[in-house]
């Protein structure tokens, strides 16, 4: 029975009366500028992580108070997660859900109004931390506190509108992409007003609050949101349903359970209570049912269609995507145990990690979402020479990246448990920062790609040059 | 609409307990750990420089947390909850890029090292990759009154003019020199800030003297028999502990280090100074007629006596230098004198 409801469910799209044409086209504008806003953002977090990666090598380039590496780092990552990814998969939600339900946007002014508050929050943290004004380095919510709040009025606004747009479907049931994008953007705006809150965040109590925040933030924003854009754009791709709706709502009830309760492990060893530290290593065990559970889903949805695979690079991001998202966060649990925390933690390898989860996993979904689903809403394609670039860059980029931090901060850990002089961990890491680099400038230059694509999409010639084999299911769906 | 409520509202519940449970209560509960014995507020001054340490994100490369792990022990006992009571923003960190600045004032005690490695670190550390907080600097054409210049090295320095600390860098060097852990109450009557006896493995003499000592592979394999000269342990111990100032190649920097090479109490037969200069620290020492402002931090805390004798006979066969060895037991002798 789910799966037939998932396929009543895309089949609902079906129907378009010809007043559905304004709201069809205030869709796709939203869908349009939230994509091409979170384009730019990518642009420019990644060409601040380039010079940080040169950096590395070279530390007296780019010199000074406003170009230092402690002011740059942090303005990479928040940008990268809140001006990028955030809005990227914010626009992607809405599209899905509006689609999925067969209904118009509940409000296109809110979905204004909020992109200027996100947009506000990202250009205004960015300069706040560039001039020296940040809330301490504590991961992720680093901006002062009044800019974080702007963020947060935006996740609210977005919140309602999702829950205002899938009120306004006329079935009983909702598509489970509607589970995951609305609880994430619920549970965002739990955690970022814990996050905000000041009245128990002091020495100690702050701790254990950055462990739940950092984790959350990945795992209970972009998890879910991701998530909810594959159950759509997936099957949407390949003219099937789901393999398993009852699957993926076991996974989206197990990670609402198990996830908010790791984040202890990032401060493993420290003085945080022991047991808060055990529970967090216990539950990162238990992150697997549902991240197995999810990824599984998702491969044996597209099992049989390796041909189709072959030919659909949006279908390929996705594959990427979801081998990211299995092999990241099983790395992530092995990382919480702490035989391998006593080698591991502290290093490079973590930076290796987190970019392995956030850009081999959230980052390769987003981009096979955008490619099937905005030449759905634009009737405009990229070119498959366009997809093709992108897609090999980005994938060995990320690959060379990420291997070479792996073994780098390896080598790190055993530096430091062999008694080496500290500044030895330096010297011998060097050689795999160059090829970090190395990675970084290839996935850089496929964003720049990426951006010309979106350009096409958005703003290119329209639908007839499209080959269709980049989206096979474009015919049957329409 | 039902359905709607059920999995927003009841997810979101959900959810609202567990940030309640995991984030909210062990919040509150850890924001009321009390300070631990000794540890202080910052004076202002110092809390100053925390900020500017903050502002310009040290900690992405620095943490201040030590682990109970053996590795750790360099940087000083582990972490005590009553240690971060007055953290807030708290400054753990998560990256260690550079050592762990927990220990900083201790291990670090010069100011005038301080200023020199803040204004260009690869001014004493060749091989550093942190930036150069230059900009926290001013070069003037005269140092003024009761400021002293910072003694930059010949290749480092302005081509005119004399560079001396802004603001910004008097507060962070205060905020530096401040990191000291206090003794755990129960650790004993020894100094403050002392980590477990020896950074690497002094106590694996015995075990490790049976085998071959030609098997000189990784630096940290073989400690010989007290009284034979671990050279490649020494070289070692020498660059985590004492390069940083006196230089790689022995020779300080000039007019703030004093250089090891062809130094008097360096090549003494006695070795009762150089010794007591490494267990006790030294403070105003005049070297070949140079008066020397920067104390040198005590290792009898930090130091086995065989890592000591290691590093002393280290120094005494490098550089040109031609000192009689020491035996740990000498170390120990010189040890027990105290004071």
Same mark, same amino acid.
């Given at each position: 029975?789910?799966?037939?409801?998932?396929?009543?469910?895309?089949?609902?799209?079906?129907?378009?009366?010809?007043?559905?044409?304004?709201?069809?086209?205030?869709?796709?504008?939203?869908?349009?500028?939230?994509?091409?806003?979170?384009?730019?953002?990518?642009?420019?977090?990644?060409?601040?992580?380039?010079?940080?990666?040169?950096?590395?090598?070279?530390?007296?380039?780019?010199?000074?108070?406003?170009?230092?590496?402690?002011?740059?780092?942090?303005?990479h990552?928040?940008?990268?997660?809140?001006?990028?990814?955030?809005?990227?998969?914010?626009?992607?939600?809405?599209?899905?859900?509006?689609?999925?339900?067969?209904?118009?946007?509940?409000?296109?002014?809110?979905?204004?109004?909020?992109?200027?508050?996100?947009?506000?929050?990202?250009?205004?943290?960015?300069?706040?931390?560039?001039?020296?004004?940040?809330?301490?380095s504590l991961?992720?919510r680093?901006?002062?506190?009044?800019?974080?709040?702007?963020?947060?009025?935006?996740?609210?606004?977005?919140a309602?509108?999702l829950?205002?747009?899938?009120?306004?479907?006329?079935?009983?049931?909702?598509?489970?992409?509607?589970?995951y994008?609305?609880?994430?953007?619920?549970?965002?705006?739990?955690?970022?007003?814990?996050?905000?809150?000041?009245?128990?965040?002091?020495?100690?109590?702050?701790?254990?609050?950055?462990?739940?925040?950092?984790?959350?933030?990945?795992?209970?924003?972009?998890?879910?949101?991701?998530?909810?854009?594959?159950?759509?754009?997936?099957?949407?791709?390949?003219?099937?349903?789901i393999?398993?709706?009852?699957?993926?709502?076991?996974?989206?009830?197990?990670n609402?359970?198990?996830?908010?309760?790791?984040?202890?492990?990032?401060?493993?060893?420290?003085p945080?209570?022991?047991?808060?530290?055990?529970?967090?290593?216990?539950?990162?065990?238990?992150?697997?049912?549902?991240?197995?559970?999810?990824?599984?889903?998702?491969?044996?949805?597209?099992?049989?269609?390796?041909?189709?695979?072959a030919?659909?690079?949006?279908?390929?991001?996705?594959?990427?995507?979801?081998?990211?998202?299995?092999?990241?966060?099983?790395?992530?649990t092995?990382?919480?145990?702490?035989?391998?925390?006593?080698?591991?933690?502290?290093?490079?390898?973590?930076?290796g990690?987190?970019h392995?989860?956030m850009?081999?996993?959230?980052?390769?979904?987003?981009?096979?979402?955008?490619?099937?689903?905005?030449?759905?809403?634009?009737?405009k394609?990229?070119?498959?020479?366009?997809?093709?670039?992108?897609?090999?860059?980005?994938?060995?980029?990320?690959?060379?990246?990420?291997?070479?931090?792996?073994?780098g901060?390896?080598?790190?850990?055993?530096?430091?448990?062999h008694?080496?002089?500290?500044?030895?961990?330096?010297?011998d890491?060097?050689?795999?920062?160059?090829?970090?680099?190395?990675?970084?400038?290839?996935?850089?230059?496929?964003h720049?790609?990426?951006?010309?694509?979106?350009?096409?999409?958005?703003?290119?010639?329209?639908?007839?040059?499209?080959?269709?084999?980049?989206?096979?299911?474009?015919?049957?769906?329409a | 609409?039902?359905?709607?409520?059920?999995?927003? !509202?009841?997810?979101?519940?959900?959810?609202?307990?567990?940030?309640?449970?995991?984030?909210?209560?062990?919040?509150?509960?850890?924001?009321?750990?009390?300070?631990g014995?000794?540890?202080?507020?910052l004076?202002?001054?110092?809390?100053?420089?925390?900020?500017?340490?903050?502002?310009?994100?040290?900690?992405?490369?620095?943490?201040?947390?030590v682990?109970?792990?053996?590795?750790?022990?360099? /940087?000083?006992?582990?972490?005590?909850?009553?240690?971060?009571?007055?953290?807030?923003p708290?400054?753990?960190?998560?990256?260690?890029?550079?050592?762990?600045?927990?220990?900083?004032?201790?291990?670090?005690?010069?100011?005038?090292?301080?200023?020199?490695?803040?204004?260009?670190?690869?001014?004493v550390?060749?091989?550093?990759?942190?930036?150069? /907080?230059?900009?926290? /600097?001013?070069?003037?054409?005269?140092?003024?009154?009761?400021?002293?210049?910072?003694?930059?090295?010949?290749a480092?320095?302005p081509?005119?003019?004399?560079?001396?600390?802004?603001?910004?860098?008097?507060?962070?060097?205060?905020?530096?020199?401040?990191?000291?852990?206090?003794?755990?109450?129960?650790? !004993?009557?020894?100094?403050?800030?002392?980590?477990?006896?020896?950074?690497?493995? @002094?106590?694996?003499?015995?075990?490790?003297?049976?085998?071959?000592?030609?098997?000189?592979?990784?630096?940290?394999?073989?400690? @010989?028999?007290? !009284?034979?000269?671990?050279?490649?342990?020494?070289?070692?111990?020498?660059?985590?502990?004492?390069?940083?100032?006196?230089?790689?190649?022995?020779?300080?920097? @000039?007019?703030? /280090?004093?250089?090891?090479?062809?130094n008097?109490?360096?090549?003494?037969?006695? @070795?009762?100074?150089?010794?007591?200069a490494?267990?006790?620290?030294?403070?105003?020492?005049?070297?070949?007629?140079?008066?020397?402002?920067?104390?040198?931090?005590?290792?009898?805390?930090?130091?086995s006596?065989?890592?000591?004798?290691?590093?002393?006979?280290?120094?005494?066969?490098?550089?040109?230098?031609h !000192?009689?060895?020491?035996?740990?037991?000498?170390?120990?002798?010189?040890?027990?004198?105290?004071?």
């Open positions: 029975m789910p799966s037939e409801a998932s396929v009543v469910q895309t089949s609902m799209e079906g129907h378009h009366s010809s007043e559905s044409e304004d709201s069809s086209r205030v869709l796709t504008s939203v869908f349009v500028a939230y994509t091409a806003a979170s384009t730019l953002w990518l642009l420019f977090a990644t060409a601040v992580g380039v010079v940080l990666a040169y950096k590395f090598g070279a530390p007296d380039f780019a010199p000074g108070e406003w170009l230092t590496f402690g002011r740059l780092r942090p303005i990552t928040n940008a990268t997660f809140y001006g990028w990814a955030s809005l990227a998969l914010i626009g992607l939600g809405y599209y899905v859900a509006a689609r999925s339900c067969g209904t118009p946007l509940y409000s296109a002014k809110l979905a204004w109004i909020a992109l200027v508050l996100f947009n506000v929050a990202v250009v205004a943290g960015t300069v706040a931390l560039d001039l020296g004004y940040s809330d301490g991961e992720y680093e901006w002062p506190w009044p800019i974080r709040l702007i963020f947060l009025a935006g996740l609210v606004v977005t309602m509108n829950i205002g747009t899938v009120a306004r479907r006329d079935t009983e049931d909702i598509y489970l992409s509607n589970w994008i609305i609880g994430g953007v619920l549970w965002a705006s739990t955690f970022s007003l814990v996050a905000v809150l000041p009245w128990y965040q002091y020495g100690l109590g702050q701790v254990s609050v950055s462990g739940f925040y950092m984790h959350n933030a990945v795992g209970m924003w972009f998890t879910p949101l991701t998530l909810g854009m594959l159950y759509y754009a997936l099957p949407k791709t390949l003219s099937r349903p393999y398993s709706y009852a699957l993926g709502v076991f996974a989206f009830w197990t609402l359970v198990f996830y908010p309760i790791i984040g202890a492990h990032h401060f493993l060893f420290t945080l209570p022991w047991w808060l530290q055990t529970t967090a290593i216990v539950f990162s065990v238990a992150m697997l049912v549902p991240v197995w559970g999810g990824s599984t889903n998702f491969l044996l949805t597209m099992r049989g269609r390796l041909r189709d695979l030919h659909s690079y949006p279908l390929m991001f996705i594959l990427v995507g979801v081998i990211g998202y299995v092999v990241g966060s099983t790395q992530g092995f990382e919480a145990f702490r035989s391998l925390q006593e080698v591991w933690h502290l290093t490079n390898f973590t930076v990690h987190s392995l989860t850009y081999g996993f959230v980052n390769f979904a987003i981009w096979g979402g955008v490619y099937a689903l905005l030449p759905l809403a634009t009737g394609f990229p070119g498959r020479l366009g997809m093709s670039l992108h897609f090999w860059m980005a994938v060995v980029g990320s690959f060379i990246y990420v291997i070479s931090l792996s073994i901060g390896t080598i790190q850990g055993l530096d430091w448990m008694g080496a002089p500290f500044i030895q961990s330096v010297v890491i060097q050689s795999y920062w160059v090829w970090r680099g190395v990675g970084g400038v290839l996935m850089f230059l496929s720049i790609v990426f951006a010309w694509n979106v350009g096409r999409m958005c703003f290119g010639p329209s639908a007839e040059a499209a080959p269709l084999a980049t989206v096979p299911a474009e015919g049957a769906a | 609409m039902n359905k709607l409520v059920l999995i927003a !509202g009841g997810s979101a519940l959900v959810y609202a307990t567990l940030a309640l449970v995991m984030g909210v209560l062990p919040g509150i509960e850890l924001s009321l750990t009390p300070a014995p000794g540890v202080e507020p004076t202002p001054l110092q809390a100053e420089g925390r900020d500017v340490y903050v502002a310009n994100g040290c900690s992405y490369c620095h943490t201040q947390q682990r109970p792990l053996p590795q750790d022990k360099i /940087f000083g006992r582990p972490s005590a909850p009553g240690d971060f009571a007055y953290q807030t708290e400054l753990l960190g998560s990256e260690r890029t550079g050592p762990d600045l927990t220990n900083a004032g201790v291990r670090q005690p010069s100011t005038v090292w301080q200023y020199i490695h803040l204004y260009n670190p690869r001014a550390v060749p091989e550093s990759i942190m930036p150069a /907080f230059d900009w926290m /600097f001013k070069v003037v054409d005269q140092a003024p009154a009761g400021t002293a210049p910072v003694p930059l090295p010949k480092y320095a081509a005119r003019g004399v560079v001396v600390p802004g603001h910004q860098a008097e507060a962070l060097v205060a905020y530096l020199l401040s990191l000291k852990q206090p003794a755990l109450p129960d650790s !004993g009557s020894d100094a403050s800030a002392t980590p477990a006896v020896g950074s690497a493995s @002094p106590t694996n003499a015995s075990t490790t003297a049976a085998t071959a000592p030609a098997t000189g592979a990784a630096p940290a394999a073989a400690v @010989p028999a007290t !009284g034979g000269a671990d050279l490649t342990k020494g070289q070692a111990l020498f660059t985590a502990n004492c390069a940083a100032c006196h230089q790689a190649n022995g020779e300080g920097l @000039p007019g703030a /280090f004093p250089s090891l090479k062809g008097d109490v360096v090549n003494d037969a006695d @070795p009762s100074g150089q010794l007591h490494i267990l006790q620290g030294l403070q105003g020492a005049k070297v070949g007629g140079v008066v020397y402002s920067s104390p040198m931090p005590p290792f009898a805390g930090t130091l006596d065989v890592d000591i004798a290691n590093i002393v006979d280290y120094e005494r066969s490098s550089w040109g230098n !000192g009689a060895p020491v035996t740990a037991a000498q170390v120990a002798a010189e040890r027990a004198k105290g004071k």
